[in-house]
């Protein structure tokens, strides 16, 4: 069974830095692109960022673009999500999750809160 | 980048046919993928490449699309499928995802 489970969130002030980590199992993690897809509070889903499973090609969100940097590690099976200069408005629970066939995600994993507040 | 665009909030009968659409132009090269969420949950994979199944979905939920309109129908809704439903897709140039802003349904 796949899983994938985020670490790394909490609370951090405006211009501030986090790292995010999702651990993956159950699967062929190099064989899969995966993603970051967050969520506000009471919003909706919001694209950030994706990266190959050989993790030669990345695409950025525009709102995070130059401020976050996705990668991975194929030999621990783990996806990151560096994020600096943050700001309020990158308020949101942050899914780590799996694609399909590169259009879509068939696994997404429970999600971290990363709330940015002085 | 590409937008995609959904009516925020539909409700359906119990047992009731219920379609949700999701429009923009990303959606004429693009395959849509359906997203089911229910509260402080992670969302589920309903529908993808605009009519396939992921293995566990009921057959009651299936999807079309035409032009720039991709469609999700559920068949015989069920009180269960009271949530929010969130359309995906690639944008024209394929380097970008972009999510419709999601369809709240309300199963009475």
């Known amino acids: 069974e796949v899983q994938l489970v985020e670490s790394g969130g909490g609370l951090v002030q405006p211009g501030g830095s986090l790292r995010l980590s999702c651990a993956a199992s159950?699967?062929?993690?190099?064989?899969?692109?995966m993603t970051w897809v967050r969520q506000a509070p009471g919003k909706g889903l919001e694209w950030v960022s994706t990266i190959s499973g050989s993790g030669s090609i990345t695409y950025y969100a525009d709102s995070v673009k130059g401020r976050f940097t996705i990668s991975r590690d194929n030999s621990k099976n783990t996806l990151s999500l560096q994020m600096n200069s943050l700001r309020a408005e990158d308020t949101a629970v942050y899914f780590c999750?799996?694609?399909?066939?590169?259009?879509?995600?068939?696994?997404w994993g429970r999600g971290t809160l990363v709330t940015v507040s002085s | 980048s590409s937008e995609l665009t959904q009516d925020p909030a539909v409700s359906v009968a119990s047992g009731q046919t219920v379609t949700i659409t999701c429009q923009g132009d990303?959606?004429?090269?693009?395959?849509a993928s359906w997203y089911q969420q229910k509260p402080g949950q992670a969302p589920v994979l309903v529908l993808y490449r605009n009519n396939n199944r992921p293995s566990g979905i009921p057959d009651r939920f299936s999807g079309s699309s035409s032009g720039n309109t991709a469609s999700l129908t559920i068949t015989g809704t069920q009180a269960e499928d009271e949530a929010d439903y969130y359309c995906?897709?690639?944008?024209?140039?394929?380097?970008?995802?972009?999510f419709g802003g999601g369809t709240n349904l309300a199963v009475l």
């Open positions: 999750a799996k694609y399909l066939g590169m259009s879509e995600i068939d696994y």
């Open positions: 990303s959606l004429r090269s693009n395959y």
């Open positions: 995906c897709s690639r944008d024209k140039s394929a380097t970008h995802w972009v």
């Open positions: 159950g699967l062929s993690f190099s064989s899969y692109g």
